[in-house]
């Protein structure tokens, strides 16, 4: 099990487990836990509404990718610490890491 | 200003509001269209104009814009009128069951039905967290460039490191006093050679360029004064502004629909699967606005809604005539 922690928009956390062996992106695992974020592309890095930031875990983890940096350059809150949820693909060594959203509700 | 007069008045002219101008010509209703963005085809033409679309019988690929342009050419005939770059605010049900539909500018549409094809809601500027923003909107804070010559001789702050930032800030140098462009990275992913024109124009001294930073607050006595800018070390520093321009994209928000007395569910509007009709007799909502057992959020599937609701728009447009289906194929479109 990957364990991640998930941080609201209100501040309260929340514990979610994932199947090591799920080909899913931090956006869906969000989806299907019941956390509120718009992501209105559906996973195609054009909508920036699965805004999340990057609070505890590796430090790979804290660089967005070119294509997610087009996109965070629209945010007005975003920082160097910001990603797409969409574009961050569930993997073994996110275990313990923990993810505030702040995409839009 | 005098009311446009029209038969239907469609709230949306994204792909399925566009369609249902189609469907209702061919019952002779004519269509009045409302949109807040400055043009048609809602998240088509906003979210993705360029990705090709693969399920619209007929196309086996069709780009989106492209089915945007066909969509209009298709409408042409039945003569819409739009207002395009206009909020509806508000929607009143007179006494004989027509309809007033007020908008953001005043525009007054009388129509005896309202379709609402408003999608995920209204595209809105996404707007920076600053306490007392919108006390300062239309008091120096605009979120578009309406008419550049507004900002002649004025000193503009500019926040955003999209292309509309890039954009604006090289066309107003030419203009503004004075201008200042603050963006959250050290590089900028719009247009490269934009990119490059706004790290040459800042060289040349004719512009500020405040990089790794954002807006912190913003002050002034009745009309903006002042900007405050905090940078990566939490340095804080004032910059002299007339003008502030936050250009950070648009982004839907489900805005002045939920306030109708409609019937909502998750962002939604209720409707009957028989005419896509809601609770208030007249009001149809069909595309990704309206909420069924079984609703995929498709196109065609706005399509087919649109088809429906227009064969029961008739009777309230026309109670007194009895309506005869009709293919386009036996009769053109012409002959409606
Ligand atoms: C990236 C992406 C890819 C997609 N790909 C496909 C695909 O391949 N096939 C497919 O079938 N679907 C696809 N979709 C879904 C499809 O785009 C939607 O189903 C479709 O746009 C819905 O059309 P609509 O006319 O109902 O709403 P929209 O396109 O959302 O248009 C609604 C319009 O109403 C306006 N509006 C809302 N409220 C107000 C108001 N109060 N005043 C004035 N104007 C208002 C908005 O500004 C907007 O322009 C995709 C969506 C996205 C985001
Ligand atoms: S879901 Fe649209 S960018 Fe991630």
């Not at chain 2, 004989?96 to 129509?111: A, C, K, L, N, P």
């Not at chain 2, 930073?213 to 002050?219: D, L, Q």
Request: glycine share 8%; net charge negative.
């Amino acid at each position: 099990m990957i364990n991640l922690t998930i941080e609201d928009r209100d501040g309260s956390r929340r514990p979610v487990e994932i199947p090591e062996d799920i080909s899913l992106s931090l956006m869906e695992v969000l989806k299907a836990t019941d956390h509120h974020i718009l992501a209105t592309c559906g996973g195609m890095a054009l909508c920036a509404t699965c805004h999340v930031q990057v609070v505890e875990g590796p430090e790979k983890y804290f660089h967005a990718t070119d294509q997610e940096l087009d996109l965070l350059d629209t945010l007005p809150d975003a920082a160097h610490d910001s990603r797409l949820a969409c574009q961050l693909r569930i993997s073994e060594d996110m275990d313990g890491m923990v993810f505030r959203i702040l995409g839009e509700e | 200003m005098e009311p446009i007069t029209t038969d239907i008045c469609i709230i949306g002219a994204g792909p399925v509001g566009l369609f249902a101008v189609f469907e209702a010509g061919l019952l002779k209703m004519r269509c009045h269209l409302i949109d807040v963005l400055p043009q048609v085809g809602g998240q088509l033409s906003e979210i993705y104009p360029q990705k090709p679309i693969y399920d619209i019988p007929g196309f086996p690929t069709v780009n989106a814009q492209q089915l945007v342009d066909g969509l209009m050419e298709q409408i042409e005939p039945f003569k819409p009128t739009f207002s395009l770059g206009e909020r509806v605010n508000e929607l009143q049900k007179l006494d004989d069951g027509s309809f007033i539909t007020t908008t953001s500018d005043g525009t007054e549409v009388h129509s005896k039905v309202v379709v609402i094809a408003g999608g995920l809601g209204c595209f809105e500027p996404r707007k920076p967290a600053i306490d007392n923003l919108e006390e300062f909107e239309g008091k120096g804070v605009a979120y578009m460039v309406k008419n550049p010559e507004a900002y002649r001789g004025r000193k503009v702050v500019l926040a955003g490191g999209g292309d509309s930032a890039l954009d604006w800030t090289i066309f107003l140098a030419d203009i503004a006093e004075e201008v200042t462009l603050i963006h959250r990275g050290d590089t900028f992913r719009g247009a490269p050679d934009s990119a490059e024109k706004v790290f040459e124009l800042a060289k040349q001294g004719r512009i500020n360029l405040v990089l790794q930073a954002h807006i912190k607050a913003i002050n002034g006595n009745g009309h903006l004064q002042e900007v405050e800018i905090v940078d990566r070390d939490n340095a804080i520093s004032v910059i002299a502004a007339d003008n502030l321009i936050p250009l950070f994209g648009l982004t839907p928000k489900l805005g002045p629909i939920a306030e109708w007395g409609l019937n909502v569910d998750k962002s939604a509007i209720m409707v009957d699967t028989v005419d896509y009709s809601t609770n208030v007799k007249g009001v149809y909502a069909i595309g990704d606005i309206n909420i069924y057992p079984g609703k995929l959020k498709l196109i065609l599937c706005g399509f087919h809604e649109a088809a429906l609701m227009a064969q029961s728009a008739f009777k309230q447009v026309y109670p007194d005539q009895k309506l005869s289906f009709k293919y386009t194929t036996v009769y053109g479109v012409s002959a409606f």
